[in-house]
């Protein structure tokens, strides 16, 4: 099995995520077209440079805001998250507010706005507090899915809201509410298009929840067999994921479409090769953080140089080993949205990579690039957090800014 495989530009494959697989569904779509799901699963063109925020935005023209734009209502933010298409962010006050894509229950808002779509999908596009209850819960980080947010409150316990699924039998949304666990967790991360969540324990162990019919049976984390490794951070997407461990290793487990798992091989479209075991990513560099979009995962090694592997955004090519991202910029931390990546420098400076139809790049523009742009604005930004196709990142001031889709007002603005 080779260790890329190039795909032509006429060739375009649907695929729908439905649990640890992908299953082909069409074929022969052209570029630059997107569709949205209106269940939980994501419908994807591969080579697509989906251009709405998963909403069904027309391609025919570029969409978004190219260039960072504050998000006003928001001061001294200490931390933020995003799904596919909703926005969280923690102020000063330990007090959380979202907003976005609503339709499960997401943003965690009683306050009902009214606004919809064309297509009848809830939004809320400013700001608004998360409603904890008595006692306000206060948190310190957050992490967010398709379907639900989470967060650690100070004790590093977890809650979570959202998860309302149209399914039959229909699961109303949760308020926030402690995830069923005596366990304590270093960080929490959620798949780019999955629903579910997945937390690192204070001794290593992954832990992930969010199946179930019940609230209960939602709210209770399963230990993931992960052979004994103990991880410092992970990534996750649809159906695949991929962790470092205090080894300064990179391990990837679940399907492997183009080459995700980084393991030298790129899985054929008839028939995925998938490992629920996790596989050590090839190479013997030392792996400190990684990042994972739906197609690719991204990994910093102990130089600061970006490493990625999967299908490439902006390039039609899928590589079962890492290959080295174009110039030589070096980072301090790095992040994948849907498809693009970014990173943060030393010195605070943004870049982005990857497709750009809808100006998730931030670089004032909206053609693709694969090598590293700087996000414009004179910014500099402690972190990030890419969603399917929109960016928010807190500046070194403790500033919200957002930039790329806001077909349901992820960007805090009114559409």
């Known amino acids: 099995m080779p260790s890329a495989m190039t795909l032509s530009d006429d060739f375009g494959l649907a695929l729908v995520s439905r649990g640890p697989e992908w299953s082909r569904i069409g074929g022969g779509m052209s570029r630059k077209c997107c569709w949205r799901s209106a269940t939980v699963a994501v419908l994807l063109v591969i080579l697509c440079g989906c251009g709405g925020g998963g909403g069904g935005t027309s391609a025919a023209e570029p969409s978004g805001f190219a260039e960072p734009v504050l998000v006003a209502d928001l001061a001294s933010v200490v931390a933020v998250a995003t799904g596919w298409a909703h926005s969280c962010a923690v102020d000063g006050a330990g007090q959380t507010w979202c907003w976005g894509e609503n339709e499960y229950g997401q943003v965690g808002c009683k306050r009902d706005s ?30 967010a899915a398709r379907v ?26 949760i308020g926030p509410a402690p995830v ?8 929490l991360r959620g798949p780019m298009g999955d629903p579910g969540m997945c937390g690192v ?58 080459g995700q ?72 931390a790095i992040f994948a949205g849907g498809q693009f990546t970014c990173g943060v420098a030393a010195d605070g400076q943004a870049w982005c990579w990857g497709l750009n139809f809808s100006g998730e790049l931030g670089n004032g523009g909206y053609q693709d690039s694969l090598a590293p742009l700087p996000v414009t604005g ?38």
């Open 378 to 415: 004179g910014l500099y930004f402690s972190t990030l957090a890419p969603g399917g196709i929109h960016v928010c990142g807190i500046t070194t001031d403790q500033q919200l800014y957002c930039w790329g889709n806001n077909e349901f007002g992820q960007l805090g603005r009114s559409l």
């Open 180 to 187: 069923d666990t005596t366990e304590r967790f270093t960080l």
């Open 114 to 143: 009214g606004l919809v779509t064309d297509a009848g999908t809830p939004y809320i596009d400013t700001p608004c507090v998360v409603d904890s209850g008595t006692p306000p819960m206060h948190l310190a980080s957050l992490a």
């Open 201 to 258: 324990s204070e001794r290593g162990a992954r832990y992930c929840w969010g199946e179930g019919e019940t609230t209960a049976e939602r709210l209770v984390p399963q230990l993931q067999d992960d052979n004994g490794l103990q991880f410092v951070d992970i990534a996750l997407s649809q159906g695949w994921g991929c962790g470092v461990t205090a080894e300064v290793e990179a391990w990837c487990w679940g399907s492997n479409w183009f």
């Open 148 to 173: 639900e947010t989470c967060g650690l409150d100070l004790s590093n316990s977890a809650i979570c809201w959202g998860y309302g699924i149209p399914f039959a039998p229909v699961r109303e949304p």
């Open 261 to 332: 798992l980084g393991a030298g091989t790129v899985g054929q479209f008839e028939g995925p090769e998938a490992s629920q075991a996790p596989l050590k990513v090839l190479g013997e560099r030392s792996y400190v953080e990684v990042a994972a979009g739906l197609m690719h995962a991204c990994a910093l090694d102990s130089e600061g140089a970006a490493w990625c592997w999967g299908l490439i955004p902006g390039g039609d090519t899928a590589y079962g080993t890492p290959q080295p991202v174009p110039g030589d910029q070096r980072f301090a």
